[in-house]
């Protein structure tokens, strides 16, 4: 069974340009999950989705960060336009639906992403 | 609110020494606990979790940890440590009303020597 991969593995981009990250959950998981870890600090949570529907975005920092999840498979991240702060690991993890809170979440390698 | 504090970002020790790796965390509700592990260029693994029931937790590679709700910790050991246990550990924190979210400490990268 695969796991959760995530797209690109590394992007640097220039401050004001656009990116976009992109996540493959476990197949058959419900529950997508985006957090960020910026270089010295926590890993923090970003958003969650159940199935194509956001469950929670109390962590998006602003809304420069916008995510979708199409058709409740894959998951999107844009950045746009990219700030400085923004630089950091983006993480994607997933679980199964029914009884989320307690599930493992599988998580991605995650994307390193720098702004320049 | 929640929140989990990883005593030491560095922790080293001796092949076959004893692993301590030290989390407290705070919440208003039970809290369910999570150890998860991460080795260079990997995602995040989860080594064990508590959620209800027995407070100490087995989980794989070795690993164990205990709840103890007196103290709010929730510490990971092992009896002896392998070099290939090296990489950076994050306790996190969650509860049933969190839908999931989980919410992590600093992280602590053990080093094996």
């Known amino acids: 069974e695969a796991g959760v991969t995530q797209f690109p593995s590394h992007s640097v981009i220039e401050k004001g340009q656009t990116v976009t990250l992109r996540c493959d959950p476990i197949s058959g998981h419900d529950n997508l999950y985006w957090y960020r870890r910026v270089m010295g600090k926590e890993i923090k949570f970003l958003l969650h989705f159940v199935k194509e529907s956001k469950q929670d975005e109390s962590g998006m920092p602003n809304n420069r960060f916008l995510a979708e999840r199409t058709g409740g498979t894959y998951s999107t991240l844009k950045v746009q336009p990219a700030e400085l702060e923004d630089s950091g690991v983006y993480f994607c993890?997933?679980?199964?639906?029914?009884?989320?809170?307690?599930?493992?979440?599988?998580f991605g390698p995650g994307t390193r992403l720098t702004v320049l | 609110a929640q929140s989990v504090t990883q005593l030491g970002s560095h922790v080293s020790v001796s092949e076959g020494a004893l692993v301590l790796l030290r989390c407290n965390y705070s919440s208003s509700v039970p809290p369910y606990l999570f150890w998860y592990v991460q080795y260079p260029n990997q995602g995040l693994q989860l080594l064990l979790k508590?959620?209800?029931?027995?407070?100490l937790v087995k989980g794989i590679n070795g690993f164990e940890a205990e709840f103890k709700k007196s103290e709010t910790s929730f510490h990971l050991t092992k009896p002896s440590a392998h070099m290939s246990d090296a990489a950076e550990y994050f306790c996190a924190v969650s509860s049933y009303n969190q839908g999931g979210k989980l919410i992590f400490g600093q992280g602590t990268e053990l080093s094996v020597k």
């Open positions: 508590y959620t209800t029931g027995a407070t």
């Open positions: 993890a997933s679980s199964q639906g029914g009884g989320q809170v307690k599930g493992e979440q599988f």
